[in-house]
């Protein structure tokens, strides 16, 4: 089963709103990591949280996690219609040492 | 830097059919795996590789699917014979140290008809 988890299933907001997505994980993580994919593109990498770390910030891009609740959320500030694509929460376990864990993925619409 | 390099970018088959899909991880990224993502959901790891050994195999279906990683460079993953719900998009990536980022490939959708 897959490790992590989103939600919403599906966004749609407009464009300089926020948009929030969060993601739910099963076991003890070593990293959390947030990736988005264009249509019929690749993966691209976000940004990454580390176990011991509660927020990250890059650019316009807030990243939470609560070990506690085992749960993450990436927060996207004044979103553009190019902000418009899927956002996949992915775990590095910390048993399995090199499994990168896909969770579902977010749609996320920024109309302009 | 370079990206990693996948090939072909699509390819439609007859079901029974075979197919390879080949991969070039950035230069120096000893790991590699090999993801299926099918329409609508997330990517599953079908094998990692660690230099030209396998790490993780757990989720291929061996009875159809193989990979192979010579002198833990390039890859090729072969689907042979091909069914419907094989169609998805292969997709490959590397990472340069453990449990840090992965870099992906533009993927090959397959559609098997």
């Known amino acids: 089963s897959q490790q992590g988890e989103e939600d919403p299933q599906a966004l749609s907001i407009q464009e300089g709103e926020n948009a929030t997505m969060n993601c739910s994980y099963k076991?003890?993580?070593?990293?959390l990591q947030w990736y988005r994919q264009n249509s019929g593109r690749g993966l691209v990498h976000l940004i990454l949280i580390r176990s011991n770390e509660r927020e990250k910030h890059s650019g316009r891009l807030r990243v939470t996690l609560d070990t506690s609740k085992k749960s993450s959320s990436l927060l996207i500030t004044a979103s553009r219609a190019a902000d418009t694509a899927s956002y996949f929460c992915?775990?590095?376990?910390?048993?399995?040492?090199?499994?990168?864990?896909f969770g579902e993925g977010t749609q996320l619409t920024v109309n302009p | 830097e370079a990206g990693v390099a996948q090939s072909p970018r699509y390819k439609i088959i007859e079901k029974r059919q075979s197919v390879a899909f080949w991969c070039n991880p950035i230069s120096g990224h000893a790991t590699l795996y090999w993801y299926q993502q099918i329409l609508g959901q997330g990517p599953k790891l079908l094998i990692q590789?660690?230099?030209?050994?396998?790490?993780?195999d757990s989720q291929l279906p061996k009875d159809r699917f193989s990979a192979e990683r010579l002198k833990g460079v390039d890859s090729t993953l072969k689907i042979q014979p091909a069914k419907l719900e094989d169609s998805a998009v292969y997709l490959c990536?590397?990472?340069?140290?453990?449990?840090?980022?992965?870099?992906f490939g533009q993927g090959t959708r397959l559609t098997v008809v």
């Open positions: 076991t003890s993580i070593n990293n």
């Open positions: 590789f660690q230099n030209n050994g396998v790490v993780d």
């Open positions: 992915a775990t590095w376990m910390e048993t399995s040492g090199s499994r990168l864990t």
């Open positions: 990536a590397s990472r340069p140290r453990p449990f840090g980022e992965a870099f």
